[in-house]
C-alpha cells in the first residue's frame, strides 16, 4: 500500500461516502440529521455542502418510515445509505430492516435485490444507559440475508464502508461512537476498498487466540501487551466482518495456540460469539487444550453508573483473566 | 340498484361512510375494445380466485390464502389509469393485481402452488407476488409493511428523473393497502413522509370494512370519513366506489393526473366488500349472511357486464366466449401449475445473497452431513487475506 494519510474514524467513513456518492448518483445518504446538523455524531460533516439537500436528506424521527423508505427505493435500483443515530434506534424499524431487506431477494425468486447501507453508532456508548447501549450484532446476526460489519480502525471502516455501498445486498454497519474519535493511517485513493470476510492478524502469539471485532479488539491489543509480561503470547484476530463470517482464520490460528478466547461485546446467550466457539469446537476439537473461553458483556440491561458500565463491558481485566484460565495460569 | 355503500343502506353499511361522489356518469366512455378487455380481466381475476380456492381444498396450495373476490373492479380500474412503468405495491390480497398487472395465470398460479415456474420460482407463494417485468413490487405479507416501501419506490422514480436525469419527475408510485393497516404506525410515518418529501405516491385504501373479524368501526377512529387521515398529513383524498368499474377508472384517472403533474401524494379511499372470508379459514361469523347477499347484489362483474350490454359494447354471445376462454386459461393454469417441477432443494441456498462470498453456504457450517439439504461446499471461496 503506498500513501497514507491519518485521519479520525469517522472522517473515514464519510470519505468512504463522499468518494462513493462522486462516484455513482445513484448513492444517496438519508437519516435524521445527517444534513443540516452534520450527522448527530459528525460522520456526514459537509456532505451536505458538497452534494446538496437531494442527495444528503434529513429525515423526520420516523426510523421505521424512512428505513421501509430506502427500502423502497434500493429495490428500484438506488443505493441509499441510511444513518440510525444509533443502532438502538433501530428497533423501531425492526419490520423493515429485518422483515424486508433481507428477504426480498429471496421471495421475488432474485427478481428484486437490495442494495442498501444501514449505518449507525453501535454498543455502549458512555453512560447511555440501558435503551441506548445496544449491540444488535447479537440479535441481527441471526437473520440470513444480510452481511455485518463491524471496523475497528479508521483504515478498516474507509474501505469496508466503500465495499457496503458497492455490495449488492444489504449491509449492517456498525461503528462504535467511542472510536469515532480515533485517529489512524489510512491510505489515499478512490480505490481501496476490503473484500468481506477476511479477517486480519493484529498480533501474531502462540500461545493463545483472541478472537473479537469492532471496539474490544482494542481491549484484546491492550490484554496481549499485559500478558506478554507475563510470558503469554497472544495472536489477535480482528475478524472485521460477521457475515460472512472468517472462521477459516481463527482455525488456522487455532490450531497453532490450541486455546481461544472470544471477546464480544453483545450478551453471550446466542450471540456471535456462541457461534464461532460452536463452530471452532466443532473444527478444532482435537486441538484445543481447553475448552473455549468467552468474555461478553454481562448478561444483565445496561447499567448508568460508570463504576457499573465498566464491569459491564469485556474490559481489559476480563480478559487477561480468562486468558489465563484458557492457558491453566490462572 | 342502489349502491350500499352509502348511508341510505344503514343496516348494511358496513363502513359507514359519507356518501361517494359519482363520476363516471358525466364522462365520455371509453371505446368498446377497451370495455372488453376490461370485461375479460374482472372474469378471469374471478375465476382464477374460485379455481384458487378449490385447489386450497385439494391441499395443492398451502400456507394463507387470501382471494379477492368482490375487489376486481379495483385492481383493474387502478392499473387501467396507470402507465407500464409506474410501480405499483400491494398487500398479501395480492392476485387481482398481478394478473390485472399483467402476469400470466401460470406463473401466479405456479407461485401457489410453490412450484419453480412461479413467478418468485416458488418462494415467495400467495402473499409474495412479484414481477419485475411488470413493475409489481411485491404483495407483502406484513400488514402495513408495504406503505414506506411505496413511500421509497416513489421517492426513487422521482430521483432518478429529476436528479440523475436531469427531468420532470414522470412515474407514479400506486400503494395499495387494506382498511386494517391504517392502525399501523409504518402507514402513519409513510404519509408524513410522502407528504413532507412531495412523493408521488397513491395510498389506496381498499376500504372492504373489516380487517380480518374487526368491522372498520371497531378499530379505526374516523372510520366514516377515512380522509381526514389523509387531510393531517396535508394529503388530498378522494373517495372512489371501489365496486364500480368506471368509478374506479374515473375516478383513478383524475388522482393520477394529478399526482403525475404535481408530484404530489395523494390518498384514496376506495370502497368495496370481500365477498369471501378473510382466509381460507375463516368462517365469517363476524357479520350476517344478509349483508353479504345485499353487497352482491352489487356485484362489480354483474354491474359491469350490464352496463357494457346496454352500451353494445359487447353482445351476449362475446360474454359466453369470453367466460369460456377464461375458464379454459384458468384449467390451463392449474393443470400446468401441477405440472410444474418443485424447486430443486439446492434452491434453498439461492437469492439469498446476490454477491455471495462464492456460493452461498450459510455463514455457520451445517451440521447437515449427508442429507440431501447439504450443500456442495462448506466454506466460502476466498482470496488471500488483506487489502485488494
Ligand atoms: C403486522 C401484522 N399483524 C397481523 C397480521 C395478521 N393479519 C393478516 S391480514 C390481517 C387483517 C388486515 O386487514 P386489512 O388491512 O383490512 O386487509 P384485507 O384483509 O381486508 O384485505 C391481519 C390482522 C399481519 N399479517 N401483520
Ligand atoms: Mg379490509
Known amino acids: ?330 | 340498484m342502489p349502491t350500499p355503500t352509502t348511508n341510505e343502506n344503514s343496516a348494511h353499511d358496513v363502513h359507514g361512510g359519507l356518501p361517494i361522489p359519482r363520476r363516471a356518469t358525466n364522462r365520455p366512455v371509453p371505446n368498446a375494445e377497451l370495455l372488453r378487455g376490461w370485461y375479460r380481466e374482472l372474469v378471469l381475476i374471478r375465476e382464477f380466485e374460485i379455481r384458487c380456492m378449490q385447489a386450497y381444498q385439494d391441499k395443492k396450495i398451502g400456507g394463507f390464502c387470501h382471494v379477492y373476490i368482490g375487489q376486481e373492479a379495483v385492481a383493474v380500474g387502478c392499473v387501467a389509469a396507470l402507465k407500464p412503468q409506474d410501480p405499483l405495491v400491494t398487500a398479501y390480497r395480492d392476485h387481482g393485481h398481478a394478473l390485472a398487472r399483467g402476469m400470466t395465470s401460470r406463473a401466479c398460479m405456479a407461485e401457489m402452488f410453490g412450484r419453480v415456474d412461479g413467478c418468485a420460482k416458488g418462494k415467495g407463494g400467495s402473499m409474495h407476488m412479484f414481477d419485475r417485468e411488470h413493475n409489481l413490487f411485491g404483495g407483502h405479507g406484513i400488514v402495513g409493511a408495504q406503505t414506506p416501501l411505496g413511500a421509497g419506490l416513489a421517492f426513487a422514480t422521482k430521483y432518478e428523473d429529476e436528479v440523475i436525469n436531469n427531468g420532470k419527475s414522470s412515474r407514479v408510485t400506486l400503494c395499495f393497502l387494506g382498511d386494517g393497516a391504517l392502525n399501523q404506525g409504518a402507514f402513519h410515518e409513510a404519509l408524513n413522509l410522502a407528504g413532507l418529501m412531495n412523493l408521488p405516491v397513491i395510498f389506496v385504501v381498499e376500504n372492504n370494512g373489516y380487517s380480518m373479524g374487526t368491522s372498520i368501526h371497531r378499530g379505526t377512529t374516523q372510520s366514516h370519513d377515512l380522509s381526514s387521515k389523509a387531510l393531517g398529513y396535508g394529503i388530498d383524498a378522494t373517495v372512489i366506489d371501489g365496486m364500480n368499474l368506471l368509478e374506479v377508472y374515473h375516478g383513478m384517472k383524475d388522482v393520477v393526473e394529478k399526482c403525475r403533474e404535481k408530484s404530489r401524494p395523494a390518498f384514496v379511499d376506495m370502497r368495496c366488500y370481500r365477498y369471501k372470508g378473510h382466509s381460507m379459514s375463516d368462517p365469517r361469523k363476524y357479520r350476517t349472511r344478509d349483508e353479504e347477499a345485499i353487497w352482491e347484489q352489487g356485484d362489480p362483474i354483474g354491474t359491469f357486464e350490464k352496463f357494457i350490454l346496454d352500451q353494445g359494447a359487447i353482445t351476449h354471445d362475446q360474454i359466453k366466449s369470453v367466460q369460456k376462454e377464461v375458464k379454459a386459461e384458468v384449467r390451463d393454469a392449474v393443470e400446468f401449475a401441477d405440472n410444474s417441477p418443485v424447486p430443486p432443494l439446492s434452491d434453498l441456498y439461492h437469492d439469498v445473497y446476490r454477491e455471495p462470498w462464492g456460493r452461498y453456504t450459510g455463514t455457520s457450517e451445517p451440521l447437515m452431513y449427508g442429507g440431501a439439504m447439504n450443500p456442495p461446499t462448506f466454506r466460502a471461496t476466498r482470496e488471500g487475506d488483506g487489502l485488494i
Open chain 1, 1 to 330: 500500500m503506498s500513501a497514507t494519510q491519518e485521519i479520525e474514524f469517522r472522517d473515514a467513513i464519510r470519505d468512504a461516502m463522499s468518494e462513493e456518492m462522486r462516484r455513482d448518483k445513484r448513492v444517496m445518504l438519508i437519516g435524521e440529521e445527517v444534513a443540516e446538523y452534520n450527522g448527530a455524531y459528525k460522520v456526514s460533516r459537509g456532505m451536505l455542502d458538497e452534494f446538496g439537500p437531494r442527495r444528503v436528506i434529513d429525515t423526520p424521527i420516523s426510523e421505521s418510515g424512512f428505513a421501509g423508505m430506502a427500502i423502497g427505493a434500493a429495490m428500484l435500483g438506488l443505493r441509499p445509505v441510511v444513518e440510525f443515530m444509533s443502532w438502538s434506534f433501530s428497533l423501531v424499524a425492526a419490520d423493515p430492516i429485518l422483515n424486508n431487506a433481507p428477504k426480498m431477494l429471496f421471495m421475488s425468486g432474485g427478481q428484486f435485490g437490495c442494495p442498501i447501507v444501514f449505518r449507525g453508532n453501535d454498543g455502549a456508548g458512555g453512560q447511555l444507559g440501558s435503551t441506548h447501549s445496544w449491540c444488535v450484532e447479537g440479535l441481527f446476526s441471526n437473520v440470513p440475508g444480510i452481511k455485518i460489519v463491524i471496523p475497528s480502525t479508521p483504515a478498516d471502516a474507509k474501505a469496508l464502508m466503500k465495499t457496503a455501498i458497492r455490495d449488492d445486498d444489504p449491509v449492517f454497519f456498525m461503528e462504535s461512537e467511542r472510536l469515532l474519535g480515533m485517529k489512524g493511517d489510512v491510505p489515499v485513493g478512490d480505490d481501496v476498498l476490503l473484500k468481506f470476510g477476511q479477517a486480519c492478524v493484529r498480533r501474531t502469539g502462540t500461545d493463545c487466540t483472541l478472537a473479537s471485532w469492532g471496539r474490544p479488539v482494542h481491549f484484546c491489543m491492550e490484554a496481549a501487551e499485559e500478558l506478554a509480561k507475563e510470558g503469554i503470547s497472544c495472536e489477535v484476530i480482528d475478524l472485521r466482518t460477521i457475515r460472512p463470517l472468517d472462521i477459516g482464520s481463527i482455525e488456522r490460528s487455532v490450531r497453532k495456540t490450541s486455546n481461544l478466547v472470544i471477546v464480544d461485546q453483545s450478551w453471550s446467550f446466542g450471540s456471535p460469539g456462541s457461534e464461532v466457539a460452536a463452530q471452532i469446537h466443532q473444527r478444532c476439537f482435537d486441538d484445543l487444550d481447553n475448552h473455549v473461553h468467552r468474555v461478553h458483556t454481562e448478561d444483565v440491561p445496561a447499567p448508568y453508573a460508570f463504576n457499573l458500565e465498566q464491569e459491564y463491558l469485556p474490559n481489559t481485566r476480563k480478559i487477561c483473566e480468562a486468558v489465563r484460565s484458557a492457558t491453566y495460569n490462572a
